[in-house]
């Protein structure tokens, strides 16, 4: 890696965590259309990262069952059975973070959009969440990536100069978001594709 990166910053969901509603949901609605209805109408992304963005999980929940109550328990058991769509850890990845850990060359941060409520189960289960020298939630701060506050929040927090620092994320409005402010920006889609680029 550089010698100028001294920092490396992970996402979570998608990067080191397994989570997809359709592990619960595929249960619930088996059929694929009405499934697919369900989340592009009635709890879509865009409702969800608003709890990521600090929204209590009642008032999100009522919300939608106000305006959809056919959709009633469909919509409760989103956060009541939350801990289902949760389908383990992506292996070869968290082997990587092991690696870096163990070498001690680099700070390692997370950065991740979360609901406050929910990450406390995450933080329970994955042992390796406690691998990082700190983790900012979104839920936690108000704010979202790829909102530039929420970057500014861990560079500020834990002084890092964004020229020595590496930012990974499976969604690339993410990434972009981390280089407007100057962060090194990658793409994550597999763990063999993440070990070569942080090679380079």
């Known amino acids: 890696m550089h010698a100028?990166?001294?920092t490396i910053i992970?996402?979570?969901?998608?990067?080191?965590?397994?989570?997809?509603?359709?592990?619960?949901?595929?249960h619930l609605i088996p059929d694929t259309e009405r499934r697919r209805y369900f989340f592009d109408n009635v709890c879509t992304h865009d409702w969800n990262?608003?709890?990521?963005?600090?929204?209590?999980?009642?008032?999100a929940t009522e919300?939608?069952?106000?305006?959809?109550?056919?959709?009633?328990?469909e919509i409760r058991a989103f956060y009541e059975r939350w801990e289902e769509m949760l389908g383990g850890v992506l292996p070869e990845t968290v082997?990587?973070?092991?690696?870096?850990?163990?070498?001690?060359?680099?700070?390692?941060?997370?950065?991740?959009?979360?609901?406050?409520?929910?990450?406390?189960?995450?933080?329970e289960r994955y042992e390796f969440l406690h691998w990082f020298e700190g983790i900012v939630v979104s839920g936690d701060e108000k704010t979202r990536k790829p909102f530039p506050d929420i970057y500014q929040i861990l560079l500020d927090r834990y002084q890092v100069a964004p020229s020595h620092a590496?930012?990974?994320?499976?969604?690339?409005?993410?990434?972009?978001?981390?280089?407007a402010l100057?962060?090194?920006?990658?793409?994550?889609?597999?763990?063999?594709?993440?070990?070569?680029?942080?090679?380079?």
């Open 166 to 179: 590496v930012f990974i994320d499976d969604s690339l409005k993410n990434v972009q978001g981390a280089e």
């Open 10 to 26: 992970f996402d979570l969901g998608g990067v080191l965590i397994d989570w997809n509603p359709d592990y619960l949901y595929r």
């Open 49 to 59: 990262v608003e709890q990521d963005a600090g929204r209590p999980l009642v008032e």
């Open 4 to 6: 100028s990166i001294d």
């Open 95 to 123: 082997e990587l973070l092991r690696e870096l850990r163990d070498q001690g060359r680099h700070r390692l941060l997370a950065l991740t959009n979360w609901s406050a409520e929910t990450f406390p189960v995450a933080l």
């Open 63 to 73: 919300l939608l069952v106000r305006d959809w109550p056919d959709w009633e328990p």
């Open 182 to 200: 100057g962060i090194h920006g990658i793409h994550f889609q597999h763990a063999e594709q993440l070990r070569a680029a942080l090679a380079r």
